[in-house]
Nanobody, 120 residues
Framework: QVQLVESGGGLVQPGGSLRLSCTVS????????MGWHRQAPGKERELVAS???????DVSDSVKGRITISRDNAKNTVYLQMNSLKPEDTAVYYC??????????????WGQGTQVTVSS
C-alpha cells in the first residue's frame, strides 16, 4: 500500500514562510513527477508546482518567485518552500506523485492535504 505523508502546514502571517514536505512510503519501480496542488474554499484545485524525475520544474505564475519545489530521491520526499506568503495563498495543499508501479505503467497518488492559512 502506498501512503503519502504530508507535513509543514499551519498558520503564518503575511510575508512569512512555510516549508511543506511529502514522503511516499513505497517507491515501487521509481518516482516520476512529484508536485503540489492547492484548493482554496470555493475554488477548483490548481497546480502550484511540479518537478520531474530529472529535476525540471514547472511553477504556477501566481507563485513564481516566491515558491521553490525540490525533491530528495534518496528520501522519497518532495518539498515546497513558500516565502513571502500572501492571504490568497490560503488553501489546502495536496501532494501528488506519479509512480512507476510496473516497468511500463505509472499511477497517480495523492496526499491527504495539509492546511496553509495566511492571516494576521
Amino acid at each position: 500500500q502506498v501512503q503519502l505523508v504530508e507535513s509543514g502546514g499551519g498558520l503564518v502571517q503575511p510575508g512569512g514562510s512555510l516549508r511543506l514536505s511529502c514522503t511516499v512510503s513505497k517507491r515501487w519501480f521509481g518516482i516520476n513527477t512529484m508536485g503540489w496542488h492547492r484548493q482554496a474554499p470555493g475554488k477548483e484545485r490548481e497546480l502550484v508546482a511540479s518537478i520531474s524525475s530529472g529535476g525540471s520544474t514547472d511553477v504556477s505564475d501566481s507563485v513564481k518567485g516566491r515558491i521553490t519545489i525540490s525533491r530528495d530521491n534518496a528520501k522519497n520526499t518532495v518539498y515546497l518552500q513558500m516565502n513571502s506568503l500572501k492571504p490568497e495563498d490560503t488553501a489546502v495543499y495536496y501532494c501528488n506523485l506519479n509512480l512507476w508501479i510496473t516497468a511500463t505503467t505509472t499511477r497517480d497518488y495523492w496526499g491527504q492535504g495539509t492546511q496553509v492559512t495566511v492571516s494576521s
